[in-house]
C-alpha cells in the first residue's frame, strides 16, 4: 500500500531561519514524489515535483530511496512561507495522488 | 493564468438529500479527479476520470457517489444520499500532462459541504 508520513503537524521558525518539513513514504515500487502548498484562503497549488529537480522559492526537496524521504528544505525562512505543506505521491502507473496529513509551517518575525 | 473553479463553494444540505458539485475544468485538460478532506485529516482520492469514463476510484467511492461530465464542460459529483460523514471539503483537480512522463494536476478552491 501507498502511504506518506509528514511527522510533524506544526512547526514554527524565525525568520531568516533553516527549515525542514519531514516527509517519508512508503511504497515498494519507484513513486514520483511531489510538494504541495497551500496558503491562507488559497487552493492547493504544487510546490516542487521530485522529477524537476529544481528550487522553487527557494525551497528544494531530494529524493532519498534508501531512508524513503523527500524531506523539504530551505535554508532561509521567510514570513511569506508560512503555509500547509502537503507531501504526495503517485505510482503504479497511476496519476492519483496520495496526501500526507500536511504540516503548517509558521513563520515568525 | 487558467484556473479550476468549483461550485458552490458552501453547500449545507440535510442528511439523506441528494447534492451534486460542479467543477469546471481546465480547457484543455483531458483527466480530472475528486478528492475529499475531511476536518483535520489527509487529502483523500475518491475517483479519477478520462474519457468520460472512470478510470480508477477508491473504496470511499461507493454507490451513493457517481460522477459525469454532462455538456462537455462541467464535471459534477454527485453524493446520491448524504450522510453525517460526507461533511468535508471536496476539491476537483485536473491534470495536464508534460514532457517526460511528468504531470501536475492542477487543484481548484474546494467545496465545503455541511451534511445537518
Known amino acids: 500500500a501507498q502511504r506518506v508520513t509528514q511527522p510533524e503537524k506544526l512547526l514554527s521558525v524565525f525568520k531568516g531561519a533553516p527549515v525542514e518539513l519531514k516527509c517519508n513514504y512508503s511504497y515498494s515500487g519507484s513513486p514520483e514524489l511531489f510538494w504541495y502548498v497551500q496558503y491562507s484562503r488559497q487552493r492547493l497549488q504544487l510546490l516542487l515535483r521530485h522529477i524537476s529537480r529544481e528550487s522553487i522559492k527557494g525551497f528544494t526537496a531530494d529524493l532519498n530511496k534508501g531512508e524513503t524521504s523527500f524531506h523539504l528544505k530551505k535554508p532561509f525562512a521567510q514570513e511569506e512561507d508560512s503555509a500547509m505543506y502537503y507531501c504526495a505521491l503517485s505510482a503504479g502507473g497511476s496519476e492519483k495522488l496520495v496526501f500526507g496529513k500536511g504540516t503548517k509551517l509558521t513563520v515568525n518575525p | 493564468e487558467p484556473e479550476v473553479t468549483q461550485t458552490p463553494s458552501h453547500q449545507v444540505t440535510q442528511m439523506g438529500q441528494e447534492v451534486i458539485l460542479r467543477c469546471v475544468p481546465i480547457?484543455?485538460?483531458?483527466?480530472f479527479y475528486w478528492y475529499r478532506q475531511i476536518l483535520g485529516q489527509k487529502v483523500e482520492f475518491l475517483v479519477s476520470f478520462y474519457n468520460n469514463e472512470i478510470s480508477e476510484k477508491s473504496e470511499i467511492f461507493d454507490d451513493q457517489f457517481s460522477v459525469e461530465r454532462p455538456d462537455g464542460s462541467n464535471f459534477t459529483l454527485k453524493i446520491r444520499s448524504t450522510k453525517l460523514e460526507d461533511s468535508a471539503m471536496y476539491f476537483c483537480?485536473?491534470?495536464?500532462?508534460?514532457?517526460?512522463?511528468?504531470?501536475?494536476?492542477?487543484f481548484g478552491p474546494g467545496t465545503r459541504l455541511t451534511v445537518t
Open positions: 480547457s484543455n485538460h483531458l483527466y
Open positions: 483537480a485536473t491534470l495536464e500532462p508534460l514532457a517526460g512522463y511528468s504531470y501536475e494536476q492542477y
